[in-house]
T-cell receptor, first 113, second 111 residues
Framework: ETGVTQTPRHLVMGMTNKKSLKCEQH?????MYWYKQSAKKPLELMFV???????ENNSVPSRFSPECPNSSHLFLHLHTLQPEDSALYLC????????????FGPGTRLTVL | RKEVEQDPGPFNVPEGATVAFNCTYS??????FFWYRQDCRKEPKLLMS???SGNEDGRFTAQLNRASQYISLLIRDSKLSDSATYLC????????????FGTGTRLKVLA
């Protein structure tokens, strides 16, 4: 498989559930990103990892917990979410070098009931 | 002022028309600029990077105006398949290299 993959593609969960989103990149990139896209809002950067180290946490609530075990994999662990957390969660990877673009996965569409 | 600002549209244009989008950014220290395209319920995909000298890729031309802090995208001879949301992306100069996305401009090309 090539590019950036994300699983699951769709997720429905209750507010008391715990679930995880997975992202994998096959591009040899060193930087990985989590974004949230809500309706009629711009993409919001959540977390940045560079060489497995978290370099950015954009004031994200602690009910979202990222994990980056290696440069190819990124997880987003979810617990006690709120209905307003329903959104499209996009993973991206990049070289981390200025001027180079990011490549996005297809996203996980999350609905919190 | 928003970090990256775009007119949300929609821009409704007939096939074959020329359409232009602008995007303004607030941080004069920004150095990397991109246009991404996002189809409905899909992920954003890179359309083109924007260079200081301007660049062209087929029917698409991107320009950067540093003095006025805006970038533009021109689409000539619009096709139905160009219907999408176009996202302006600017890097945020900071300790960590990251991107700021505009809300996007929606384009509908009509038959």
């Amino acid at each position: 498989e090539t590019g950036v993959t994300q699983t699951p593609r769709h997720l429905v969960m209750g507010m008391t559930n715990k679930k995880s989103l997975k992202c994998e990149q096959h591009l040899g990139h060193n930087a990985m990103y989590w974004y949230k896209q809500s309706a009629k809002k711009p993409l919001e950067l959540m977390f940045v990892y560079n060489f497995k180290e978290q370099t950015e946490n954009n004031s994200v609530p602690s009910r979202f917990s990222p994990e980056c075990p290696n440069s190819s994999h990124l997880f987003l662990h979810l617990h006690t979410l709120q209905p307003e957390d329903s959104a499209l969660y996009l993973c991206a990877s990049g070289t981390g070098v200025m001027g180079n673009e990011q490549f996005f996965g297809p996203g996980t569409r999350l609905t919190v009931l | 002022r928003k970090e990256v600002e775009q007119d949300p549209g929609p821009f409704n244009v007939p096939e074959g028309a020329t359409v232009a989008f602008n995007c303004t950014y607030s941080n004069s220290a920004s150095q990397s600029f991109f246009w991404y395209r996002q189809d409905c319920r899909k992920e954003p995909k890179l359309l083109m990077s924007v260079y200081s000298s301007g660049n062209e890729d087929g029917r698409f031309t991107a320009q950067l105006n540093r003095a006025s802090q805006y970038i533009s995208l021109l689409i000539r001879d619009s096709k139905l398949s160009d219907s999408a949301t176009y996202l302006c992306v600017v890097n945020k100069p900071s300790g960590t290299y990251k991107y700021i996305f505009g809300t996007g401009t929606r384009l509908k090309v009509l038959a």
